[in-house]
């Protein structure tokens, strides 16, 4: 009776650690184990990640003010928001906000403003995950990541990219794999002319569960001519990724033109 109830918890733990891992797959380090930017596999598939935006190690906010974002964490998106797919996640855009630029399958020309700077850090957190592919990820990791551990967080990336492809039984060169999850909402956390705090929420949906929230936290830096990602200590993003408790979504701005 013993050896049951111990073997129970022990499974009841790996699937948790499973639906952890399949909503915290972000972008960075295959050989992170802890969930976040490791490549996984979901439950369903070999080549099929979820994606949560990468954070940079701060904790997340759980606390609502009556069921509300806090004060000074909105930021207004235009009413011109459009959408477009990458490799599976739908992300907005905006002729007022950027980005202006996207060719080849890039972002680039992101206004300075704090609705600039929310569509810059999805854009660009989405745009160095593995699964999209070196067209896509080389270009950005190499001219719109900044900071002393761009060079390792390109390691990681190409890391995974690589483990991803060898998984799927595919040649270097295409994207592998797609991004599963959508963005549920955000809330910014700082913002100055030069540096940005973004929180970040997405939704993941298992089938025979309830839908998981994960928050992570991106920063941004002003280049003098555009938002750029700023990498995370050591080049990983395995360090702050949290699950959103369904009672605290409404800390977070729903991603919705003109809210």
Known sequence: MTYDVIARARRARRRRRLRV?????????????????????????SNTHAVVLAPNGAPAATASVGGQAEPGTSAPLPTDL?????????????????PHETGAG????????????????????ARVAPQVGPAVFGPTLREQVVG????????????QYQQLCDQAHVG????????????????IELYTDTTVTVRVMTRTDQPGTAPLYAAAVIQLTWTGSDWALQAPTGGVWDQAMTLVDPTNLGVYNPFTGGR
Not at 82 to 98: I, K, R, V
Not at 148 to 159: F, T
Not at 179 to 185: I, Q, V
């Open 21 to 45: 891992a399949a909503v915290v797959v972000a972008f960075g380090s295959i050989a992170a184990g802890a969930a976040v930017l490791a490549a996984t596999p979901s439950p369903t598939s």
């Open 82 to 98: 459009a959408w477009t797919s990458l490799d599976g996640l739908s992300l907005p855009s905006s002729a007022s906000a950027g």
């Open 106 to 125: 890039l972002a680039r020309g992101f206004a300075r403003t704090r609705a600039g700077a929310v569509l810059a850090a999805v854009h660009l957190a």
């Open 148 to 159: 002393p551990a761009a060079a390792a967080l390109a390691e990681q990336v190409q890391a």
């Open 172 to 187: 270097s060169g295409a994207p592998v794999g797609a991004l599963t999850s959508a963005l549920a909402g955000y809330r």
